[in-house]
């Protein structure tokens, strides 16, 4: 039972363009969601957070939004970069304070 | 330090034997979580801890995984008996109290590679 679910396994973007990442959740007591970066051989890099009472928040080129009612919540990327090329978390935390992770979406920005 | 200090790195055994994982935490964070990522992208919660009391313990395999986190020594994961299942990527990270692991996220450390044989 996933409750923190990103369908995308991959996302190719070219430079400069918006990176847009996606994930979903089925448990609605979550309430702080988080985006981390990771690269090969290396461990999770917190990005941005955003609190389940919020539907955005904005950290220089990284904005999350929150769509409480569907459940959904995406990471907007803008302008790319390659050295954004990494693996993506969503990751959501309740009262426990454990994250629950998704899968990961490798996004490859293309120069 | 201002990082999460795991060791070793690369960690082999055969099964049947024991493994011992550390993971000294940031300096003044009271939070410490292990997880388990076996696939590559997944990410399994074992245990967490609040200074040196077991904070959840929910995620962790109750015969063969122990952990503990005592004053003045890095935490440490054990698997007594190690299995084939158990190769995966160990990964600690640890947090401040109260809202500032929310608003900052947990420090991951760069995670101890458990390859069992």
């Known amino acids: 039972d996933q409750q923190v679910k990103q369908n995308s396994p991959s996302l190719s973007v070219q430079e400069g363009r918006i990176s847009i990442l996606n994930c979903d959740y089925t448990?609605?007591?979550?309430?702080?969601f988080l985006w981390y970066k990771k690269y090969p051989a290396e461990g999770p890099t917190f990005l941005i957070s955003i609190s389940s009472i919020k539907d955005k928040n904005e950290d220089g080129r990284f904005t999350v939004f929150l769509n409480k009612s569907a459940k959904h919540l995406s990471l907007h990327i803008v302008p790319s970069q390659p050295g954004d090329s990494a693996v993506y978390f969503c990751a959501a935390m309740g009262s426990a304070r454990q994250l629950t992770f998704g899968s990961g979406t490798q996004l490859t920005v293309l120069p | 330090g201002e990082e999460v200090a795991q060791t070793p790195k690369h960690l082999v055994r055969g099964e049947g034997q024991k493994a011992k994982l550390y993971c000294a935490p940031i300096?003044?964070?009271?939070?410490v979580f292990w997880y388990q990522q076996v696939l590559k992208n997944e990410f399994k919660f074992l245990i967490s801890f609040q200074n040196e009391n077991v904070f959840d313990e929910t995620g962790m395999p109750k015969e063969r995984f122990s952990a503990k986190c005592l004053p003045n020594s890095p935490c440490s994961l054990e698997i007594q008996a190690t299995k084939l299942e158990d190769s995966a990527v160990y990964f600690c990270?640890?947090?401040?109290?109260?809202?500032?692991?929310?608003?900052?996220?947990?420090?991951f450390g760069s995670g101890t590679r458990l390859t069992v044989v």
């Open positions: 448990n609605s007591m979550f309430d702080y």
């Open positions: 300096k003044g964070h009271s939070y």
């Open positions: 990270a640890s947090s401040v109290s109260g809202s500032g692991s929310k608003n900052y996220g947990y420090t």
